[in-house]
């Protein structure tokens, strides 16, 4: 890696670990302290710089083999039209002979049975839109920090509203490298539970994070938290550096949880950085220990390939 690439990355990983230490620090002022990152857009629109440059002038080899984008890609049209009958059809027979009541509505009912060949998708936390070069996918793309004209800057866990976002509109969302980047285990919660929201009926939601030594206690805990909500696992996979999961929604009713109970499946969205840390340095040398990725982190993030 040259130096100006390791400068950039540096730099974008000071903000994360600023944003957690400060959260860490102060856990009663979550909200305010996130509030407060996503005001700062000078702040940000230099994040969004330093990834921009990074993904024109530093990651110009494409990656071989799957790959996040892939990944999600050909999980959602799959899902919704596979070679011979798609994954939604055989979900939705499966549901059937198990006797397993799924309350489609009129409208995704139709759409269902008409073939769903240009889904809509609601990519979040995009920075570039990377999707959008895929044409048979109806892409909106939103970020915090958009590093494209295309990308709108929206907070997603202030439930976006209508006519560009609305309820029930998008057949999948993808989430990645967004819920590690969310400083507690609450607001993780929250961003499924408006993720619910706004996917249609049995809508995907596809969740993309690092690896780490944690993962199959993280997955298991992530699974049985969103199985809380209203989701069940249909896919999971490892790509280098990353793991990828994609959960269908079954329960179409808006989820409503008590204070406990929100407490309670929160806490199940728990990742090692969540706990109390001194200082940037100590943080630093945790997240290491923890996570197994190498030199080349960066070269995993979204706007790596396209």
């Known amino acids: 890696m040259s130096s100006e690439q ?58 071989h083999g799957q790959t996040r984008l892939t990944w999600c890609y050909e999980t959602i049209k799959d899902y919704f039209n596979g070679n011979e009958i798609s994954g939604l059809e055989r979900k939705c027979a499966r549901d059937k002979r198990k006797q397993i009541h799924t309350d489609i509505c009129e409208s995704c009912q139709t759409r269902i049975q008409q073939r769903i060949t240009r889904p809509r998708v609601l990519d979040v936390g995009s920075c570039y839109n990377a999707f959008s070069s895929f044409n048979d996918l109806e892409t909106i793309a939103i970020d915090i920090a958009p590093a494209d004209e295309s990308v709108h800057r929206i907070d997603f866990l202030r439930l976006p509203q209508p006519p560009l976002i609305s309820i029930h509109s998008f057949d999948a969302i993808i989430f990645s490298l967004v819920l590690d980047y969310l400083p507690t285990c609450r607001q993780r919660l929250s961003a499924c539970l408006i993720a619910h929201q706004l996917l249609t009926c049995l809508g995907l939601l596809l969740i993309v994070e690092p690896d780490s030594i944690l993962r199959e206690n993280r997955q298991k805990s992530w699974r049985e938290a969103l199985n809380s909500i209203g989701f069940s696992l249909i896919s999971y996979i490892k790509v280098k550096n990353l793991y990828c999961m994609a959960f269908r929604k079954i329960v179409q009713q808006v989820i409503i949880i008590n204070e406990d109970e929100y407490e309670k499946i929160s806490q199940l969205f728990n990742i090692s950085q969540d706990d109390n840390i001194i200082d940037n340095n100590e943080l630093q040398i945790i997240e290491q220990k923890l996570i197994q990725i190498d030199q080349d982190l960066f070269n995993e993030l979204p706007f790596s390939f396209d």
Not at 26 to 39: F, G
Not at 45 to 58: D, F, G, I, T, V
């Open 6 to 63: 390791l400068n950039l990355a540096d730099s974008i990983k000071k903000v994360h670990q600023q944003l957690r230490h400060d959260v860490n620090q102060t856990p009663e002022a979550a909200e305010t302290i996130w509030n407060t990152h996503v005001a700062n857009i000078d702040k940000l629109n230099e994040y969004a710089k330093s990834m921009r440059q990074l993904a024109e002038h530093h990651w110009a080899e494409k990656s």
